[in-house]
């Protein structure tokens, strides 16, 4: 049978302000902005999604800037952190780079191994990049960032939980998860045992529970082939006895939602169709793309969303 669950898909993340997002990732960062379109629940704020060229599983980073909203407070029960996988040479490239634009990191430490440099986006969503030698992944930019320090997806995420066991017995018995390593109180797992796909669960029962808000993990996405696996994923997360939401259309992918017993919110979404279903690639996030069902309503979408621009020549070396 075929693997329900491959890997990370997505994560999706609450921001305050689009064009201040729109620089980060696209212009700090060298993410494409690879999808603007909306909140399928919310009409009236954006969706934005970056990625690679063609926002392939594994590099899909998306958000929902809501103006007006409080910061979120990152804890317990949250996704804390999101890292990027970039070549083992490249530290000193990053870190001159944020550098330059005033972003501040910590110290790089060594964790199995291999150097990680922690880094907040301005609303202070936690972020690192992780050098290592083995993520056979081309990089991509979409700035002027040089191809061989450029990010090359995710390597994984963070999790904060009360204690590991509850949600690591979730990813290996129904989500097809491996143990990978462990050191103090992180517990990895992963689907594929490759850059891109780490589950870091961090046991840390002292924490404060984590507050939605801009600066904060909305959900992760696990990526399933296709409608067919991800109805037998949902079946067999039902009979575990977790609440799980019906198959929602979100244009780009098929989604199904349910909450992992930490708390944080869990999505199986479809591999296809993609970002190309509704532009070409050559094209990708460049104009406002609508589902079907909102386009009778575009002149007034278009009112209230601030337009955004990618100003990708300010964040040139
Ligand atoms: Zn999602």
Redesign the pocket.
């Known amino acids: 049978m075929n693997a329900l669950v491959k890997g990370i898909h ?1 994560i ?1 993340s609450l921001a305050s302000d689009a064009q201040k997002n729109v620089d980060f990732y696209a212009g700090i960062l060298g993410l494409r902005l690879v999808k603007k379109t909306i909140n399928f629940d919310v009409p009236e704020i954006y969706h934005l999604y970056y990625g690679n060229e063609e926002g392939s599983p594994g590099t899909i980073m ?1 958000f929902f800037p809501y103006p007006g909203i409080p910061q979120g407070r990152k804890g317990k029960g949250q996704l804390t952190v999101t890292s990027f996988s970039i070549p083992e040479h490249s530290i000193d490239y990053w870190t001159k780079r944020l550098d330059k634009f005033h972003i501040p990191y910590e110290k790089p430490e060594q964790r199995f191994s291999e150097t990680v440099i922690y880094f907040e986006d301005p609303d202070g969503l936690g972020l690192e990049l992780v050098a290592n030698r083995w993520d056979k992944r081309l990089g991509f930019t979409y700035g002027k960032i040089p191809f061989q320090f450029a990010i090359k997806g995710f390597y994984g995420i963070t999790l904060v939980e009360e204690c590991y066991e509850k949600t690591a017995n979730l990813l290996v018995d129904q989500m097809e998860h491996k143990f990978i390593a462990e050191t103090g109180n992180r517990f990895r797992y992963s689907a594929s045992g490759k850059p891109g796909d780490f589950v870091d669960i961090l046991c840390s029962p002292e924490a404060l529970k984590g507050l939605s808000g801009y600066g904060t993990v909305h ?1 992760v ?1 696990f990526a399933t082939e296709t409608d067919i696996t991800q109805l037998a994923a949902r079946e067999k997360l039902l009979e575990f006895g977790l609440d799980v939401t019906p198959v929602l259309n ?1 244009e780009y992918f098929l ?1 199904i939602y349910f909450r992992e017993p930490g708390g944080v919110l869990f ?1 199986i ?1 479809t591999v296809s169709p993609g970002f190309s279903v509704d532009e070409p690639l050559k094209h990708l996030g460049e104009s406002l793309k609508l589902p079907p069902w909102e386009e009778p309503n575009r002149a007034s979408i278009e009112q209230v969303l601030p337009p955004i621009q990618l100003n990708l020549k300010k964040y040139e070396d």
């Open positions: 997505h999706t998306t959900h996405a979100r989604s999505e979404a």
